[in-house]
T-cell receptor, first 117, second 113 residues
Framework: GAVVSQHPSWVICKSGTSVKIECRSL??????MFWYRQFPKQSLMLMAT?????????EQGVEKDKFLINHASLTLSTLTVTSAHPEDSSFYICSARVLAGLYNEQFFGPGTRLTVL | GENVEQHPSTLSVQEGDSAVIKCTYS??????FPWYKQELGKRPQLIIDIRSNVGEKKDQRIAVTLNKTAKHFSLHITETQPEDSAVYFC????????????FGGGTRVLVKP
């Protein structure tokens, strides 16, 4: 089956620093990847849609200058949380859509737990 | 945009009993409805999905039904086992809108042995 990895699995950083999270599709090509944020005991909220070779599409209320997304290849998308603050602490999960084949199905990465001190 | 409501938020059942989770969606253009199981600190795992051209789908102890007219879909788990305990999320997406998934609020299921 399709496998999506994320790195790092967890990260602790100081307030004001930037953190980069990588999302990779390991055995398939993904023109589209999605970034979600999940706070404790809450649902997944879509932050942005990452399209290979073009600008990401952000959901309403998500600051594009704070959450920088780069999708430089068909297997890699990165999310950079710039000038992180404690309220950015959350579980960040990416997903990837198969380029050709299964209709609509998305495969999720294992998530990255970000803690901002 | 799409809005997905999920009920109940918590569900406690006795081992062997059935569990039913219901979701409603707002956008009639939605055409794909997956269900995910998420264990604490883990990624969501797809357990079953249904497309808008199908009314029902079953996979062993799990089944999903879709009523497009009423815009609701349900997850049915029969013969529940303790390992079914987890948080379950329904979702809906519209292919024409880039396949973005809109998730329901989740149901925390506890199966008591």
């Amino acid at each position: 089956g399709a496998v999506v990895s994320q790195h790092p699995s967890w990260v602790i950083c100081k307030s004001g620093t930037s953190v980069k999270i990588e999302c990779r599709s390991l055995d398939f090509q993904a023109t589209t990847m999605f970034w979600y944020r999940q706070f404790p005991k809450q649902s997944l909220m879509l932050m942005a849609t990452s399209n290979e070779g073009s600008k990401a599409t952000y959901e309403q209320g998500v600051e594009k200058d704070k959450f920088l997304i780069n999708h430089a290849s068909l297997t890699l998308s990165t999310l950079t949380v710039t000038s992180a603050h404690p309220e950015d602490s959350s579980f960040y999960i990416c997903s990837a859509r198969v380029l050709a084949g299964l209709y609509n199905e998305q495969f999720f990465g294992p998530g990255t737990r970000l803690t901002v001190l | 945009g799409e809005n997905v409501e999920q009920h109940p938020s918590t569900l406690s059942v006795q081992e062997g009993d059935s569990a039913v989770i219901k979701c409603t969606y707002s956008d009639s253009a939605s055409n794909y409805f997956p269900w995910y199981k998420q264990e604490l600190g883990k990624r969501p795992q797809l357990i079953i999905d249904i497309r808008s051209n199908v009314g029902e789908k079953k996979d062993q102890r799990i089944a999903v039904t879709l009523n497009k007219t009423a815009k609701h879909f349900s997850l049915h788990i029969t013969e529940t086992q303790p390992e079914d305990s987890a948080v379950y999320f329904c979702a809906a997406s519209i292919r024409a809108a880039g396949n973005k998934l809109t998730f329901g609020g989740g149901t925390r299921v506890l199966v008591k042995p």
